[in-house]
């Protein structure tokens, strides 16, 4: 049994004792139970749980002793995102206005995970139909950043983030549609990765299926490469889906970036905001890169304004899901949803295939980009993670100015971003810098994240049991 709670280890040192027989799979399902137990009462990560999960364990574990482990990831604990099927359990999107009824098919991340051995715990909490950052939802309430839970975990994935951060398990499977797996990564201080579009396959497709895609967040480099090598599968159901790459993601992850031409990016198009800590996490991580080997400048892509083109994507997605909802329920709905579908709704056809012509346009910008550069340096979120607060004013404003200015361009141009953390700020809270490569090179930005891993590693959040 090793010294470190069991539920804290990553994946990697997981598999490792499962092989060499100084833990279980059952024994670390308990270990990540009693977090479970202790701290979600007030994290509040979890819209349901599985109650197949110790029966999957225990199986595992048959087969651990049995020298016949069925995958990479066998016993492994994970947490899948309640926008995503599980067959036996419901996907309610954080939604009053969706039913409990289970779903009859699993969408392919969780055939992936599940094909691959790893005990799903649960679904966790997102924000409704995944339109926001703040991690509340009208059907669960309020879920609250492990690092000080007056704070928010960020969203849209915000169960995924709290439950990384609290130590439920190395393995959470978070979606992206314009920063919904970065934003909460770096409030939360994990790993965050957006792979690139069609890297790994969805089905069905959601309101944002054209920008968005599932992602790992995970509280180490590596744990993201392996939770990527089972989640990147093909899958028939997906017509944008990627062939399999006969590959394991963490190959290379360890070479480093000397030789690497980096592009410190400050411009999206639009002055996007940025605190003077998170001025000096990027300053940080740009020496680190360039005391390991690579080039990096300052550089401007010359992208338009990307707010222009991803405010009418985001927004005509709303539109689109608000009409599929009865009148009646629409008083069920998170007000913003309502504010931003009123403003989109009456969009022409004209006017969006001229956005998504833009969104193109941005994309062979940046394709022209990479050309030069291998990598791009950029910031991650305006601050720290934001106070949890109440309904979202203006929400087209909070979104450039509070949430995703620095993450929704990498949707647009559907390359792979990553988020890794970069150190505490003065209050004690995660801050993170993003990476991103050229479409389909998914290698460089895990491979350059580790090289800020092992610059900088975050200590565990100083958290408290509800009781305390």
Known sequence: ???????????????????????????????????????NPWVNAFACMNPQALRAAGES???????????????????????????????????????????????????GLKSAGTVIIGKTTTTEFGWKSPGDCPLHGITRNPWDRERTP??????????????????????????????????????????SFGRVPQWPLGAFANVACAGPMTRGVRDAALMLNVMARFDARDPFCLPDEKRDWRDGIEDGVRGLRVALVRRWGFDAPLDAEGEAALALAARVLADAGAAVEEADPGLPDTRAIFGRV????????????PPEQHGLLDAGILEVAAREAGMSAVDFLAADALRIEAAHAMARFHQRYDLVLT????????????????????????????????????????????????????????????????DLVLKAARVLEHAVTLPPPPMVSAKE
């Open 379 to 442: 910031a991650a979120t305006p601050t720290a993670a934001l106070p949890i607060g109440g309904p979202v004013i203006d929400a087209a404003q909070a979104l450039w100015r509070d949430w995703a200015p620095w993450t929704f361009a990498f949707n647009l141009t559907r390359q792979p971003a990553i988020t890794v953390p970069i150190g505490l700020d003065e209050a004690g809270l995660p801050r993170a810098v993003q990476l991103a490569a050229a479409l389909y090179r998914d």
């Open 314 to 325: 985001w927004g005509v997605a709303l539109a689109k899901v608000v009409a599929g909802i």
């Open 154 to 195: 960020g969203g849209s994935s915000s169960g995924a983030g709290a439950a990384g951060a609290a130590g439920f398990g190395p393995l959470h499977v978070g979606t992206d549609a314009g920063g919904s797996v970065r934003i909460p990564a770096a409030w939360c201080g994990l790993v965050g990765l957006k792979p």
């Open 1 to 39: 049994m090793p010294d470190t709670d069991p539920a804290l280890l990553s994946a990697e040192a997981m598999v490792t004792h499962f092989a060499r027989r100084t833990l279980s799979p059952v024994e670390v399902l308990k270990a990540v139970m009693e977090r479970v137990a202790r701290f």
């Open 61 to 111: 574990e048959a087969r651990w002793m049995a020298g016949r482990p069925i995958g990479p990831l066998d016993g492994v604990p994970a947490t899948v995102k309640d926008l995503l099927n599980m067959a036996g359990l419901p996907t309610r999107r954080g939604s009053r206005t969706t039913e409990a009824t289970p779903a009859t098919e699993h969408a392919p991340v969780v055939l």
